[in-house]
C-alpha cells in the first residue's frame, strides 16, 4: 500500500496551491498534525463533525478540506463543538489539512475553475492562457455562460447541474453574453462583476443588500448555494493528491443546504 | 397640515434611538439634507431606489428606514447606483433619515422587541423590567417562544406569521422552553445563543458554518428572512413619529427574498 | 463637436497620472458620475460651489480639479455645503474628475513641474532625465532658482509671478543655489528640504512650527499660497485633454487667498 | 530667594491642568529635567532656540511653554536645531515644562479663556458657570462678540487688539450676536462651529478648504495668527505660579508672523 | 467524594479572579473543556507536558494553572508539543483551567501578594486597606523589605526563601526602606519602581538593558527567577478551592531554571 | 591624524548596513549628532553611562554602538538617567552611531556571523554562499557546532569561549550535527529553529516557555547571555570603520551579567 509522509505531502500541497501568496482568514496548510505517514486521505468542503466521524469510520489518517479551522477573531479555547471535532481527529491521530483562498483560485483545481467546468462556463483568457478575472485579490472570474441563453435559462441549468433550486434576481428574459462568477460568500464581489461588465452574476450566499445592487444596475443575480458551489475544488485537488502520491483519496459529500 | 423642522426631527429621533451609545457599520441619522421642514415620512427596511421612488410618487419629503447609506469600507464616490439614489433623493428634497444598530437594539421599538411581538415571543426581563441579552452590543434577545412546543411547530408558526418559508435546521421534534433572537443578518451570534443555553436560535440570514454549528451544538436554527425579520421596528418607529408630531406617516414595503 | 466617453475619459486620465502608485488621502479619478459623454470641461483648483456655478453657467458637462471631494475622515453624510454642491452637480449632470496626489507628483504636467516653469526654476535631474526629489513619496522636487541671487530676490520675483505676497522667512541676503518646493499645504516638508541641502524651500501654506525650523536651520522659507502656488498643473492637465480629445476645456480661476 | 522643587512644580501644574483628560500630540508636563529646585522661570509660546537663549541670559532655571517638543511621529534622533535646543537646556540645567491641549482648554487660564478675556468675548455659560464648548475634546468655545457688531468691525477689533493684520473671508457688513473661537491651529474646527449656530469663528492658522467652507456656509472667518491668540494662556499660567509659590516668572515674547 | 461541576467552578473562579477587568495576552478561564464534573484538581505553574502527564497519573479531572495556552500572536495550529500537550490532555477528558495577569494581581491570593507573604514584605497599604501599586495595570506592589536591611542581605534571604541563586545588580551595602516587587518576567517594570521611589525590584526575568537601568538609576535589581516567584500564587488559588468546594487539589511543582 | 566628517561616516555606515531593509524597533544611524567631524571612536555593545564617559575619558568623538537609545514606545521625555546619557554626550560633543537589527544579520560583520567565527560554527549555506537562515526577517542563522559533539560539550565550549557559564537545556548527551543561533533576546525564535530541524540553539537570553518547549520538542536549548553573544559584531563593525577611514576605533567592553 502506497504511503506518503505527513510533512512531504504539506510540501506538496503547499508548492501546488501557493498559500504565501494569500492574506487568508484561517491558516492554510497541515492545521493539525496526526500519524507521520498517510494512506488514506478524506477529503470534504467542510471539516465538521460528521466529516470526521465518516474518516474514523473509513480509516482514513487525514483530512483535506476547503473549509478548516482557526478563523480569525475565533475564541481560541477549545471547547464545545471545537472540542469535540479536535478530540476526535486527535484520538484517531487524523491529519487536518485545510486550503481556503487558495483553493478558490487556483487556475485548474481551485473552485471557480471547477464550477466553470461542471457548469459548461467558458473562462475569458489572456494572452498567456490565464484566467480572466476581477475583484479584490483576484477572486472572480469572468467567462461566457456556453448554452444558456437567458438569465432565466441559467437557473434552470444550475438547478439541473447542482441538484438545488437556486435564489435568482433579475430579468429572466436577460440575454446573457459575459458573466462572472466566484464561489461561496461572495456576495459582496457583485460590485466588481458589475464593474467588469458582467451581466449575471453567480456565487454561492446572498445578503439582503446584495438584492438591491442586482436590481438597481440591472445585473442578474443568482445564488446557488455555499456548499453546492464549493464542492467540486476538493474533489479536484484530491484527485491530483492521488494521481501524484498513489494514495486511496475519498470524497465524502456531507449536505449542506446553505 | 401639521409639520415638523428637519432638526427638529432630528433631535427626537436621536434622543429616542441614542446612537451615541453604538459603534455601528454606519452614521446614525440625518444622512441626506432636503427640505426644511416636513409633513410626509415614507418608512421602509432599506432606502433603495425603489424606495426613493415610492417617496416622490407619494409626494413625500422624507424617508426614515433602517438600512441607509454610507456603510463603512464604501467606496464614498458618487456613480452607478448610488449616484442614481441620490440624484432623486436630492432632485425631490427628499431628507433621509437612517437608524442601524439602535433600531435593532430599542427596548420597545427596536426589531427584536418588534418581532417578538409579531411572533409571540416572551422576553426573559430582569428585575428592572429590562430585557435579558446575550452576545456582542447585548444585541441577541432571550426569552420563551409562546404558544409554539417544538423546533417545527416553530418554524411552521413563522412560515405562517412572516408569509415566508424558512430555513430550519435542526431535530423538528425539539421540545423549546428557552429561544434566542436578533434580526438581520446576524447568523453569527449563533454561538452566543448556544452559550446563553438557547434550544433554537432565530434570525434572518444564514452561513455555511451556522449550519454545523447549529447541528454539533444541538441548537435549532431557523434563518427567516433578513428583510422579512426587519420589517417591523422602522413601522413601530414610524408610528411613535406620527403620535409626537402628528404628521403622516407611512410604511412602503419593498419586498426582499433575502 | 468633439466628444469623448465619460468612461473613457476616465481610463485615459488613469493612464496619465497612475493613481494606484500613490496612497493617497482622497479617491482619485471619476469622483461623481454625470452623462455618458463629455464636450466641454472646466477645469479649476479646488470643486467649490462657485467652480460648479460656473460648470453650469458655461454649460459644461465636466469638471476637472485638483481638489475633489471625500477626504479621509471626513464625514459621508450629505447635508451643508457639501449637499449643495452635490445637489448642483448631479442636477446638471456634472462628471467631477479629481486628481491630488498623482497631480502634484506628475513629472510635466504636475504641480511642482509647472510651477517650476512659472517661476523659473531648474529642477536637477538625473541621469535618465528625471527630476530629483526627496521627502515622502518624493513629493519634494530639487533645484536651483534660476535667475534670482538672494531669498529677497526669489520673494520679490514670486510676488510678480503669483500675483501674491508671499510670506518669506529668513536671511534677505542669503544666496540661493540650491532650493526645493512643493505646492500646497506641504510646510512639514521643510524637515526633509533642509536635510537635502537646500537653501531655500517654497511651498503653498505656513505652519507656526515652520516658522522656527526655518530660523534655526537657517533655511530660508517662502510660503507664496496653497492655492497660487497650485493653479498650473490642472491647466497643463486640462490643456493635454484638449490636445488628445479636441474637446473644450477652459480653466476658471476662483481666487483663494489662502 | 523663593524657590520650588522641580517635582513639587510639576505636581501642581498637572493638578491645576489635568493632562491625564486629554489625548495629545506630545508628552504634557516636564519634558527635560534639569536642576532640582527653581527660583525663576521664563514663560513663551514656543521653546524654540531664541526663547532658550533668553532663558539662559536672564539666568532662569527653568521654561515653562504651551508648544513643547517631542511631538507624534517626529523622528526621535538628536540632530540639527532639535539638537542645538537641547543642547543648550542641558548644559545650562534648565528644565522644561509644556503643557500643549491642557493650556488651551483651562477654563480660566487657558488659551481660549484667556483669548476672550483680551478681545472682550462673552462665552457663553451653562448652569454650572462652566463655558459651552463644541467639536472635538470640546476646544471650541461660544459667546458673543462684545462689542463690535459686524464681521468688518471683530476684524479692525482684532487688529488692534493683537497687532496684526487678520486674513478675514466673509460679508463685513454681517451681523454677529453668536460667535466661536478656538487658539492655534484649529482652522478644521470651523465645521464645529458652523455646527453649533456661530455667525463667525477665530482662530489662528487658515486651510485652503477653510476659505470655502466660510463662503459655502456663511460664516464669518478670521485667521488671527498662531503665535498671535496663544500668547495669553501661559501668561496667565505664569502668573497663577508666581502667586503660588512667590518665584519669579517672566514672559518672555519671541514674535512669530504666522 | 466531593465534586463541583466543570462550569460551577468556572463560575466561581471568574467570580473570583475577576478577569474580566484585565486585557491580558491570553484567554483567562476554561481554556480547555473536559469531563463535566470535576473531583481531582492538579495546580501547577504551567500547563506543560509534564505538568498534563503528572495530572493523568494522579487520575486528576482538572488542571489549574497560571500559564495556560493560546497566546496571542500564537499560530493557533495543532502541532508540535502544543498538540501533544492537548491530545494527552483530551484524551483523559482533562478540564484546564488558567489565570494570567488576574492571579497576579489578586489582592490576597495572587502572586506578588503571595510572595510578600513568602518573603516577608510588608506591603504599603492605602486607607481601605488596598497594596499600593504602581506601573501598567498597577501590577507592581510596593512595601518595606521586612527584615533584611540591604540588598545583598536581601539576596541571600531570597536565596534561602526560594532556594533559588538570584541575579542581583546593584551596590551590596545599600540600605533598603522601600522596595517594589512584580513575580514573572516583569523585568521591563523597573522604570515604574524607580518613579515610585524604590530602592530595590525584585521580579523573575532580567533583560540586558535592565542591568543598566539599574545601576545608572541607583535602584537595585534582583531577577530571582520566573518560575520561582510564580508558584505561591496558584497553589493558593489551589487552596481556596479546596476550602471551597471540598474537593482534592494537589500542587505540582516541575521545576524550571528560568 | 586621520578623520572623516560626521555625515560621510553616516552615508558609508548606512551603504554597508542597509538599514533600510528592517522594520527595526529603533531609529538605526545616526542617534545623536555631535561634532562635524571624527578622529576617535569607541565602539561597545550598549550606549550606556558607563560608556558614555569611557568615551569622554578616551578623549573619543563618537561612539558607535548595538544597542542605541529611542526604543519603540520608549518615553520621549529627556528625565532621569536617559537625561544624564544625553547631557553628558552632548556636553562633549559626542556623535551617536547605532545599528540594531541591521547589525545582527550583516553577513560577514554581524553578530551571528561574528559568533559563529568565535564559536566554530559552520554556517549552512547556499548556492550563492549565502548563509542559510530562518524565523522573522530571516534572523536565525543554521549550521554545524564545529568541533563539539554533544550538548554538553556544546556547554563547556561556550562556557570557556564567552567566559561566562551558559544555561543549558536538554539532553547532555544528545549528538548535535544541525544547530541554531542568534544572538541576543532571541528565545523565542527557537520555535523557528525547531521547525528549521535544529538540534540545539544558541541565543542569550531565556524565558520560562522556553524551558517547556525546548524539552517538549527535544530541541537542546543554550542562553549563552545577551551580552556574551553580542560583543563580536561591534568590534567587527569597528574594525571596518578603522580600515576604511584609517581613523581610531577602540571596543570599550562594559560587562553585563544578562
Known amino acids: 500500500m502506497n504511503q506518503v509522509s505527513t510533512r512531504e505531502l504539506a510540501r506538496w500541497l503547499d508548492a501546488t496551491l501557493q498559500p504565501q501568496r494569500f492574506r487568508d482568514y484561517c491558516p492554510n496548510g497541515l492545521q493539525v498534525e496526526g500519524t507521520d505517514t498517510i494512506t488514506h486521505i478524506i477529503t470534504g468542503v467542510t471539516a465538521s463533525h460528521e466529516l470526521i466521524e465518516a474518516a474514523v469510520a473509513k480509516k482514513a489518517d487525514a483530512i483535506l478540506v476547503h473549509h478548516g479551522w482557526f478563523w480569525k477573531n475565533e475564541d481560541p479555547c477549545i471547547r464545545g463543538p471545537k472540542r469535540a471535532r479536535l478530540a476526535l ?117 446572498a445578503s439582503e443588500q446584495t438584492y438591491h445592487w442586482a436590481r438597481e444596475t440591472g445585473t442578474g443575480f443568482i445564488a446557488a448555494g455555499h456548499h453546492a458551489t464549493e464542492r467540486y475544488g476538493i474533489q479536484a485537488l484530491g484527485q491530483a493528491v492521488a494521481r501524484e502520491f498513489g494514495i486511496e483519496v475519498e470524497f465524502v459529500d456531507i449536505d449542506n443546504p446553505i
Chains 1, 2, 3, 4, 5, 6 share one sequence.
Not at 483562498?101 to 457548469?119: F, K, M
Not at 478575472?133 to 437557473?155: E, F, K, R, S, Y
Not at 447542482?162 to 456576495?187: D, F, M, S, Y
Open 89 to 205: 481527529a486527535l484520538s484517531h491521530g487524523l491529519n487536518l489539512y485545510a486550503y481556503h483562498l487558495p483553493l478558490d483560485a487556483h487556475p485548474t483545481l481551485g473552485n471557480n475553475a471547477q464550477l466553470a467546468r461542471v457548469l459548461g462556463f467558458e473562462p475569458l483568457r489572456g494572452d498567456a492562457g490565464q484566467a480572466l478575472t476581477c475583484g479584490p485579490d483576484d477572486l472572480v472570474w469572468l467567462g461566457t455562460p456556453g448554452v444558456p441563453a437567458t438569465l432565466q435559462d441559467l437557473g434552470t441549468h444550475i438547478c439541473n447541474a447542482l441538484h438545488r433550486q437556486p435564489l435568482v434576481v433579475g430579468n429572466p428574459q436577460q440575454k446573457l453574453e459575459r458573466i462572472a462568477w466566484c464561489t461561496g460568500a461572495a456576495q459582496g464581489m457583485i460590485e466588481a462583476a458589475t464593474a467588469a461588465g458582467a451581466q449575471a452574476y453567480v456565487t454561492g450566499e
